[in-house]
């Protein structure tokens, strides 16, 4: 009797453990009926992997399942462009999705969603400002105005260190929200917190939270000793294979200025940035620019046909290691794309710049040489 006893009480304790991970995505859109929405998440090389498919009916659709812990996953609507993100996590979550305006679509009902949406409401004007002043002075650079681009940079600097500090504050007022998680990941992971602060912030998040995937990266950060490698330092020195097997070393390939370009051929924002690196490679490599590309790839062929299809003409090296990769380490890479320009001594003059900011800087190193 006490053994039958024992065994009905844990199959109790499982499955009130089970109901509490369930998560039920109750949606409304108007794709027409008999399309197919899908539930997907990105696999560790960026790419996608669907986990579930429903058909739309009457304008409705639902999704049922298990969330052992919040991550992000994404809905995909057959025959529209892109998709839309959210988080998945146990409980009831209603959707809105829209066909022609994926910006609009939200989620609500739990707690990392609902803590979103008040998110992109409280910084919708910041976002705003921010996007209005690089359109000026993408602008203000087309037209060689250089009192005013350098006026509209810092401007932008500003309006970044305001995103920043209302990121800051949402970690420590949302807890049990997943996105606290994703902010302090971000920004430790460009080296831009404090370790002690960020140690307290990650203190503060409920352990749901901390004992996520990305609860354990963020542990990481904050404990791993590494060097931080910094404008003004030496960049270190290394060497590699390119494509061919030839080993080719840093410091033979320095130019007046030199761009060491971490990437791979899987990472979407690597890609896009891509046609930036090839236009400002055009303009001033006779200048005395040069571009090391440090790939993170680990399939040869996806490295090479992307070198091939994005016209990366400048010299290029990978391990094949993925996050392995020893320059990376070296460099304390943890995220892509990543860059530091390089003087002609292999002194480090600047760190994780893209597009005009990046064609900025190199014109104004060269431009006082």
Not at 26 to 49: C, E, W, Y
């Amino acid at each position: 009797m006490k053994k039958l006893l024992l065994i009905t009480l844990s199959i109790l304790l499982l499955g009130c453990s089970t109901e509490s991970e369930k998560f039920k995505i109750m949606g409304t859109t108007d794709l027409d009926d008999g399309k197919k929405i899908f539930r997907v998440v990105a696999d560790s090389n960026n790419q996608p992997i669907v986990l579930d498919t429903m058909i739309v009916s009457k304008g409705k659709f639902e999704f049922q399942g298990t969330a052992i812990e919040p991550d992000i996953n994404f809905l995909y609507m057959e025959g529209v462009q892109g998709n839309v993100g959210f988080i998945i996590e146990p409980g009831t979550i209603k959707a809105n999705l829209f066909k022609n305006d994926l910006a609009s679509s939200e989620f609500k009902g739990s707690p990392s969603n609902d803590s979103y949406i008040l998110y992109k409401n409280e910084t919708k004007s910041i976002i705003n400002s921010l996007n209005e002043i690089s359109t000026e002075y993408e602008r203000a650079i087309a037209l060689g105005d250089d009192l005013l681009a350098n006026d509209l940079a810092q401007q932008h600097n500003d309006v970044r260190k305001k995103v920043k500090e209302y990121e800051i504050e949402f970690i420590q007022t949302h807890k049990n929200s997943f996105f606290s998680a994703l902010f302090l990941e971000k920004y430790l992971s460009a080296k831009d917190l404090d370790i002690e602060m960020a140690k307290v912030y990650y203190n503060n998040l409920d352990d749901k939270i901390r004992n996520t995937q990305t609860g354990n990266n963020i542990y990481n950060l904050m404990n791993v000793s590494k060097k931080i490698i910094e404008v003004g330092e030496l960049a270190p020195r290394f060497e590699g294979p390119d494509p061919s097997g030839n080993i080719l070393k840093m410091n033979d390939l320095l130019g007046k200025v030199t761009i060491i370009d971490f990437w791979a051929s899987w990472c979407r924002p690597c890609r896009v940035e891509n046609p930036n690196f090839v236009r400002i490679y055009n303009k001033f490599h006779d200048k005395g620019l040069n571009i090391i590309g440090v790939s993170l790839d680990r399939d040869k062929n996806n490295w090479i046909r992307a070198i091939s299809d994005d016209g990366l003409v400048w010299s290029q090296v990978s391990n094949l290691k993925f996050w392995n990769d020893p320059i990376a380490k070296l460099y304390n890479v943890s995220f892509i794309p990543q860059t530091f320009i390089l003087d002609e001594d292999g002194k480090i003059l600047s760190t994780n710049l893209r597009g005009s900011f990046l064609e900025r800087k190199i014109e104004e190193i060269l431009g006082n040489q």
